[in-house]
């Protein structure tokens, strides 16, 4: 599955900026190839997430990418985040989204808030893939609107006690371990909750479009108690935690879209070389021609975006415009070059018999999740609008 | 017992090979390289004979300039739990080389880091030679186990399972120094992890050139040469297929029938 890049520049490769970035790519489209391509049209039609697949991504140590080699984890960046997405997803999208839930929104954000008795409890479980992790933000009353958020927990003596539902859960129904928001006096902190904990339960598996190949259910906290050493970080310090993960979340989400683009085009314009109408290939015909150039250009332009912007995130460096800017930009090229591939492929494109249907129906969940297409434009705004002050 | 693993830059297996205008070599501008395939079976075997403390050490070892260090750290990478050394063979001297050449440098390696198994491919699939691993242990005065599926270590002496073609499998035994080139079958290589690209990144890979193993610069490079390669060209283009019109069956079969007899001359 090799693609067509922009030639980058000889002194500095955007997208393979250290011999461990090509090293690492390579390692992944290699199991992508020999792992997680052939079993992508089973899970989505079975609609669950292929568990002994992920314990593989463990032992290959992608769990805990961003987490310091002294914590068990890789210690790499933001690009190597990306690439580890962006090829996934070329094969198997809805897999991808589970290892997202898992390494960016709960590990990455774990990692970040959490005290050193915290991190030896549940780092080496969520890094092995012994556990499943997830994140609980959304309610079924307020997705995009985060900070009106319901669920709030008490301080007692026994412990936390919380009340509310979480629902999209990404990783839910499979989840041994979740970090979760609520509201502590009115102001939001982050928690964690593991399977098993008395007065806390899940929905069954919320059927979806797409995404197939992970699950989601809802989070359901009644008079549940945690233990008090289950707050992570500040007591109502739970906003920052939340905003400071969004950024690297986006640019997975991003990258993801970039996969798709990437596999669509391929399929796309090896059909249309191959295939035979009123007596030559289909490429010769302006109407495809535009679809593949077009795909072409947004595909490149989108990677371009995606990868110099991973360049300016990481722990200490912030760029909320770049990252809202990428996935803004991305999951609508992502959803149209899915849709100009099966065009260009007819019956072909529309038959489950190909990925190009499910890539579509996986594609239009990044215009929604981790920040809808809309929500990214206020952000965007606000923030330009800021820096006018 | 110490293991020794070869490894080879090629060009990936699906590469889209073009010839340079000189007809000296490839175009290397586009080709993204890999290990040698079939030395991915022989660093899983040296791996796993470690890991199973069969064997006390690793060592890999590539003859070839600085480029091939990234083929070196994703072997090390791969092997990062059997804690490989690592060694390129580079030298001015050394350019030019014909498998005898190559197999002098490889061979005083060998000796110098006091490797008793040396595992490599079959072959290599750039030039599919096959001959540096029977002249290295030539050289050496070692038995040669060639096109091994199966293999067994244990005390001084290995068990080994060669494909013979046509289902046949010849088992043969030897002591542990000797070379062994092994096939597809033998197992199933492992991919790097991320542990592993990091540990790599920061591993030391020694650099011997002919000084350090004692070679005479005369017996290697391209004055030593006695196999020189002429020009490269592309395979010509296969003829296109036939089509076999008709409507009835069974004279189409006859026909086809008759071409692989007398065209073809395959029956
Ligand atoms: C497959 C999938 C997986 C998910 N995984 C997780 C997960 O693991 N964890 C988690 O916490 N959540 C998860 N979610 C939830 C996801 O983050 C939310 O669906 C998303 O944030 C949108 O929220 P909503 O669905 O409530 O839509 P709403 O916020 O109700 O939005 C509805 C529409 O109104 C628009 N809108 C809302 N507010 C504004 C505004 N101010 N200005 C303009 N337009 C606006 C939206 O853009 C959208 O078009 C997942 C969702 C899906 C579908």
């Avoid at chain 1, 929905?203 to 945690?226: N, Q, T, W, Y």
């Avoid at chain 1, 800017?325 to 038959?351: I, R, S, T």
């Avoid at chain 2, 440098?105 to 490797?115: F, L, P, R, Y």
Wanted: aromatic share 6%; with cysteine; charged share 25%.
């Amino acid at each position: 599955m090799s693609q067509p890049t922009a030639p980058s520049n000889p002194t500095f490769d955007l997208f393979n900026p250290s011999e461990e970035h090509a090293m690492l790519r390579q390692m992944v489209a290699d199991f992508t190839k020999a792992e997680v391509e052939p079993q992508a049209e089973e899970f989505d039609a079975k609609e669950c997430m292929n568990i002994p697949l992920f314990q593989q991504l463990g032992e290959l140590g992608l769990l805990g990418i961003t987490v310091p080699e002294e914590w068990g984890g890789a210690g790499m960046d933001t690009t190597a985040v990306v690439i580890v997405h962006h090829e996934l997803s070329k094969s198997d999208p809805g897999f991808c989204l589970a290892y997202l839930a898992h390494a960016l929104l709960f590990v990455n954000n774990f990692f970040y808030c959490s005290t050193d008795a915290q991190k030896k409890r549940i780092l080496p479980k969520v890094i092995s893939g012994e556990w499943i992790g997830g994140m609980g933000m959304t309610e079924p009353g307020h997705g995009t609107d985060v900070l009106g958020m319901t669920t709030t927990a008490e301080r007692t003596e026994k412990g936390w006690v919380v009340n509310g539902t979480k629902t999209y859960i990404t990783n839910g129904p499979e989840g041994h371990v979740f970090m979760f928001y609520a509201k502590t006096n009115g102001k939001i902190s982050a928690f964690l909750v593991e399977d098993g904990t008395p007065g806390f339960s899940k929905s069954h598996h919320i059927p979806k479009m797409g995404m197939r190949a992970s699950s989601m259910s809802e989070l359901i906290f009644e008079d549940c108690v945690i233990p008090h050493e289950n707050l992570l970080g500040e007591e109502g310090g739970g906003l920052i935690h939340m905003m400071r993960n969004l950024e690297i979340e986006r640019l997975g989400l991003a990258a993801m879209s970039l996969g798709i683009a990437d596999r669509c085009l391929e399929l796309m314009v090896k059909h249309a070389a191959e295939r035979v109408a009123f007596g030559q290939s289909i490429n010769r015909f302006g109407q495809i021609q535009r679809y593949i150039g077009e795909s072409y250009a947004k595909t490149e332009a989108t990677r371009a975006l995606v990868y110099t912007v991973a360049l300016s995130v990481a722990p200490d460096k912030h760029n909320r415009l770049g990252s809202d800017a990428a996935k803004l930009f991305a999951a609508p090229v992502g959803k149209e070059v899915a849709d100009n591939a099966m065009q260009v492929m007819g019956g072909q494109g529309y038959c489950r018999e190909y990925p190009v249907e499910r890539l579509l129906r996986d594609a239009k969940l990044l215009e929604i999740g981790g920040g809808t297409l809309e929500s990214h434009q206020k952000n965007i705004t606000k923030d330009l609008t800021r820096a006018l002050r | 017992m110490k293991i020794g693993v070869l490894l080879k830059q090629v060009p990936a297996s699906d590469s889209r090979i073009k010839i340079n205008g000189d007809q000296t070599g490839i175009v290397t501008d586009d080709i993204k390289w890999e290990i040698n395939p079939y030395d991915e079976f022989a660093l899983e075997a040296g791996i796993q004979l470690v890991e199973g403390k069969i064997a006390s050490s690793l060592v890999l070892i590539s003859l070839g300039g600085k480029d091939a260090e990234a083929r070196i750290k994703d072997g090390i990478a791969r092997g990062v739990k059997a804690k490989p050394e690592a060694i390129r063979l580079d030298d001015a001297a050394f350019a030019g080389s014909d498998p005898l050449g190559e197999a002098r440098i490889i061979a005083a390696a060998i000796q110098k880091a006091g490797i008793d198994l040396l595992l490599t491919g079959k072959q290599a699939i750039d030039d599919d030679n096959a001959q540096v691993p029977a002249m290295v242990a030539e050289l050496l005065d070692r038995p040669q186990v060639t096109f091994v599926e199966q293999l067994e270590v244990a005390g001084d002496s290995l068990t080994a399972h060669r494909v013979m073609g046509g289902g046949q499998v010849d088992v043969v035994m030897s002591p542990v120094q000797a070379v062994v080139t092994c096939d597809k079958g033998l197992n199933s290589p492992r991919f790097a992890s991320l542990p592993g690209i990091m540990k790599a990144k920061r591993a030391k890979i020694a650099v011997w050139g002919a000084a350090d193993l004692g070679l005479d610069a005369g017996t290697v490079g391209a004055g030593a040469a006695v196999v020189s390669e002429g020009a490269y060209r592309l395979p010509a283009d296969r003829p296109s297929g036939k089509i076999i019109e008709g409507a009835d069956a069974a004279a189409k079969v006859k026909e086809l029938v008759r071409l692989l007899r007398d065209e073809a001359k395959v029956l």
